[in-house]
């Protein structure tokens, strides 16, 4: 009797483990590949911005951070081209993958993350090239995803 109460334990455990890497997220390793984040956004709405940048493992070359406004809601913006590329691939009908998260937080401390008087906050890979998403992001990691807008990088689809 105590035998079977172990093996059905050990099998709970077995479907448990399967179960949970059954739902947990893709990896997401190139630029074709940034849409999933906005097909999969319920998974990550009230989620940590730095569930976010472990789920995908390319960097990005270019961050903006803008908002801090109390009538709107702040938001990152992760391009995956530098700017000659992006201008490249717009000239080539491609449209440049970007991710952008919409944060939920709006009190005065958040905001002061996001505002500047002149233009974006902007971190660039250049200047970054031996930080990692995480840490150029460090001071936004712990904010709550809101909504997700995403594209992955494809060719632009004509609207008839």
């Known amino acids: 009797m105590k035998m079977n109460i172990n093996v059905s334990r050990i099998i709970l455990l077995i479907i448990l483990i399967f179960t949970f890497k059954l739902n947990a997220q893709q990896k997401v ?28 493992k390319v960097n990005f070359e270019i961050a903006y951070v803008a908002g801090g406004w109390s009538e709107e809601m702040s938001f990152i913006v992760l391009r995956f081209s530098n700017r000659k590329d992006e201008y490249q691939l717009q000239q080539k009908g491609i449209k440049p993958a970007r991710l952008t998260l919409f944060i939920k937080e709006q009190d005065i401390e958040t905001n002061k993350l996001f505002y500047s008087e002149t233009k974006r906050i902007g971190f660039y890979r250049d200047s970054l090239k031996n930080k990692s998403n995480q840490q150029i992001l460090k001071n936004y990691k712990n904010l709550t995803v809101g909504m997700i807008y995403a594209n992955s990088e494809e060719p632009e689809t004509k609207k008839e």
Do not use: A, C, H, T
């Open 29 to 56: 390793y190139s630029k074709q590949e940034i849409g999933k984040f906005k097909e999969n956004e319920q998974f990550y709405i009230n989620k940590k911005v730095k569930k976010v940048l472990r789920d995908f």
